[in-house]
């Protein structure tokens, strides 16, 4: 079955300090999205990319956050000078059209320090 | 916006039983609701979903509901076995671009 892959699995960081987090989507779908969930809470929204360019984005993602695809199959979130706050699990995930369930990568756990 | 709520919070059944988590929803324009299974440490996985003009789906033992009326759909795990424990997420979409989840219920079944 395809898999949503994404790097590192677990990164630790420095506050102030810039991360890249990585994803490869399911080859074949065309939406992309970055969700985030800080331990025991919900899974939040950040953004979604459509087309080579940014459809949607939730309140969480300001300027510290950008997002892009630098080829066909990466799909990248910066976030710069992190924050405590910052330290979430951050999923990718993506789907083929709408109206169906996204299929989620296995996360990276950012912890900032 | 959409919100989403879900009860319980927790969940604790004796294996063999069944199991129930109800979310509720705000806005009538959601028309697809799907569920994820988390487990510890692990990515959310789709385990099923239904769209607004389906009242009821199954899947083996697992179920959901949707009240389009009521605004309220239902995750039913029958017969569930330890390997059922997880952190299972609803969400609500109006055929947008984001999911709106609710906050989990944690589910033990114990043996």
């Known amino acids: 079955e395809p898999e949503v892959t994404q790097t590192p699995s677990h990164q630790v960081t420095q506050m102030g300090q810039e991360v890249i987090l990585r994803c490869v989507p399911i080859s074949n779908h065309l939406y992309f999205y970055w969700y985030r969930q800080i331990l025991g809470q919900k899974v939040e929204f950040l953004v979604s990319?459509?087309?080579?360019?940014?459809?949607?984005k939730s309140e969480i993602f300001d300027d510290q956050f950008s997002v892009e695809r630098p080829d066909g199959s990466n799909f990248t979130l910066k976030i710069r000078s992190t924050k405590l706050e910052d330290s979430a699990m951050y999923f990718c995930?993506?789907?083929?059209?709408?109206?169906?369930?996204?299929?989620f990568g296995s996360g990276t756990r950012l912890t900032v320090v | 916006g959409e919100n989403v709520e879900q009860h319980p919070s927790t969940l604790s059944v004796q294996e063999g039983d069944s199991a129930v988590i109800k979310c509720t929803y705000s806005?009538?324009?959601?028309?697809?609701f799907p569920w994820y299974k988390q487990e510890l440490g692990k990515r959310p996985q789709l385990i099923i979903d239904?769209?607004?003009?389906?009242g009821e789906k199954k899947d083996q033992r697992i179920a959901v509901t949707l009240n389009k009326t009521a605004k309220h759909f239902s995750l039913h795990i029958t017969e569930t076995q330890p390997e059922d424990s997880a952190v299972y997420f609803c969400?609500?979409?109006?055929?947008?671009?984001?999911?709106?989840f609710g906050t989990g219920t944690s589910l033990t079944v114990i043996p």
């Open positions: 995930a993506s789907r083929a059209s709408y109206n169906y369930g996204y299929t």
């Open positions: 990319f459509y087309n080579n360019e940014i459809s949607e």
């Open positions: 969400a609500a979409s109006n055929g947008g671009n984001q999911f709106y």
């Open positions: 806005d009538s324009a959601s028309n697809y």
């Open positions: 239904i769209r607004s003009n389906v």
